[in-house]
């Protein structure tokens, strides 16, 4: 009979069969990330099935981290609660330092999120609910989370949601690793002000952060993204989420004013706790089923997790479920298939009829000046003019408003816009006449129309053309055309007239929520 394998003497050491901490047999790797590798394995004492996190070779040789490390880890596993994955040993075995956990069976909800795109609300609330469940318990005992992400949150298969990695992130706050060349700690997309600002944290840090990851199981995108980790991470700190409806509008007004609550910038104005947070999303009567939609079974990402399909070497590819596109969201049910599809035909004979009728007197009429011109244009109803380039433009303010979202108006995607900032009053608070967006052509054009698409609803704007763009509002002149009480998409007529830049000046900001204001454009298109 062949000898066991060693017990490691170093990470890199570290293979099937290999002895960690005298007793526990390493099986299978089952993730990897940027702080630990983990694998399943069994407790030849206990004769039971664990998950093993061993600290990567560069974390090690930090004395002062593994210290902090074994501490947290310490405070973990006296945690005890159905939605937090147990602590059950620390292990210091020969340059391998390791922490022993619950073995979960299932997957993580960031795979879930890839595959799926977005979550049903009931669905999200049901989850949501559950890590609340999980954080309240912590903070009673003592424990911030840090790093609550999607990544962290396991989907068992028996049905629980269960939050892991409790202290971690502490322990890697005051590593030089981790923070001499400035990367933050977290992960950026969820990490509160407070964390970003380096100010003290309590409980509401990790409600932030379960607010963030409630918005983006709803909206099936995270309510910030920059170019890189601190660009994302500074963005909480200036600017507040665009409003959960003007992202998707089926989003049940009632969650999003919890959600903005949850993800209110100061700490005072969010909820004091996760239970009072737990409290809101419980009482939420949103009239569907709450079971949780699994992936396929594959390899996954998570920190201990096994998945279900355990076959070596698999690495996880996020892929559509049957019959769906990547990305999409599922649908809300199947009772609305039919009207959905009756919805679709109906519009599609009304864009036929809008499109004949446009062609005869009576037509120009109505769609003409004097019409209600709260309508895209039909299809060849005119040629796309070219933008060469757009911006935004603010000359009451501070020059610009969300200049990184600029490129979302000219990619032809449905799920990316450009924002104003974010305004206490419709009317821009007060603070200036309005805000808007510059768009540039390689040539004077004869302009028929700027057909304008947004999800805001009752919002207002002026449109200006000009020969070049003026760096006033007054170099603009007077307003070819205005609307206002705007019920989202609308298509304002130009007249034929001639310039090379065109200005959307945006002055009522629209129908905001929980007392903030901000109008959303997903896409722009000149007619010539």
């Not at 318990?137 to 992400?149: F, M, N, P, T």
């Not at 939609?293 to 998570?302: E, I, L, S």
């Not at 009480?485 to 929520?513: H, K, P, Q, S, Y």
Request: proline letters at 7%; charged letters at 20%; aromatic letters at 4%.
């Amino acid at each position: 009979m062949p000898e066991p394998p060693p017990s490691p003497t170093t990470t890199s050491q570290i293979e099937p069969g290999a002895l960690v901490g005298g007793r526990y047999r390493l099986v299978a790797r089952v993730a990897e990330g940027g702080m630990a590798e983990v694998w399943e394995a069994v407790d030849e004492v206990l004769t039971r099935p664990v998950a093993v996190k061993i600290l990567l070779p560069h974390l090690v040789a930090d004395t002062a981290f593994v210290t902090r490390f074994r501490r947290e880890a310490i405070a973990a596993a006296r945690l005890s609660d159905p939605h937090i994955v147990s602590v059950y040993d620390t292990c210091s075995d020969a340059g391998v330092e390791a922490i022993v956990m619950e073995l979960v069976r299932g997957t993580t909800l960031r795979r879930l999120l890839d595959e799926r795109g977005r979550l049903p609300a009931p669905q999200a609330v049901h989850i949501a609910v559950q890590i609340a469940d999980a954080l309240h318990h912590a903070h009673a005992c003592g424990l911030i989370h840090r790093d609550v992400k999607p990544g962290n949150i396991l989907l068992s298969d028996d049905d629980r949601v269960l939050v892991a990695d409790f202290g971690i992130a502490k322990a890697a706050e005051a590593s030089a690793d981790l923070t001499e060349v400035g990367q933050v700690v977290g992960t950026a997309k969820y990490l509160s002000p407070e964390q970003v600002a380096g100010a003290p944290l309590d409980a509401r840090s990790d409600v932030y952060a379960l607010g963030v990851v409630l918005y983006e199981m709803v909206c099936g995108r995270a309510p910030f993204t920059g170019r890189n980790a601190t660009t994302t991470a500074m963005a909480r700190l200036t600017s507040d989420p665009m409003p959960m409806r003007q992202v998707c509008g089926d989003v049940p007004p009632a969650l999003e004013q919890v959600v903005l609550r949850a993800m209110a910038r100061q700490p005072e104005d969010r909820f004091a706790s996760a239970a009072e947070l737990r409290g809101a999303l419980a009482r939420l009567d949103l009239g569907a089923d709450a079971t949780v939609v699994r992936p396929a079974a594959g390899r996954d990402d998570a920190t201990t997790v096994a998945p279900t399909d355990r076959r070596a070497g698999r690495e996880h590819r996020p892929r559509p479920a049957p019959g769906r596109p990547a990305g999409r969201s599922p649908g809300p049910g199947r009772p609305w298939v039919v009207p959905t599809a009756l919805v679709v035909v109906i519009a599609a004979t009304l864009a036929v009829v809008g499109v004949l009728l446009a062609r005869t007197e009576l037509g120009r009429g109505v769609f003409g000046g004097g019409g209600d011109g709260n309508r895209p244009p039909a299809a060849g109803a005119g040629s796309g003019v070219a933008i060469t380039s757009v911006r935004s433009f603010d000359p009451f303010g501070q020059g610009g408003e969300h200049d990184n979202e600029l490129a979302g108006l000219l990619d032809d995607l449905p799920d990316t816009a450009w924002t104003t900032e974010e305004y206490r009053r419709r009317d821009l608070g007060g603070l200036k006449p309005g805000v808007g967006l510059v768009l540039t052509l390689a040539r004077a054009t004869e302009l028929d129309a700027l057909a304008v698409t947004s999800p805001t609803r009752n919002w207002a704007a002026s449109v200006y053309v000009a020969d070049t763009a003026p760096s006033d509002l007054d170099g603009w002149g007077q307003p070819v055309t205005s609307q206002e009480g705007i019920a989202g998409d609308v298509t304002f007529d130009l007249a034929g007239r001639r310039g090379a830049a065109v200005l959307l000046w945006i002055t009522d900001l629209g129908e905001g929520a929980g007392g903030r204001f901000t109008t959303a454009i997903t896409s722009v298109r000149l007619e010539g």
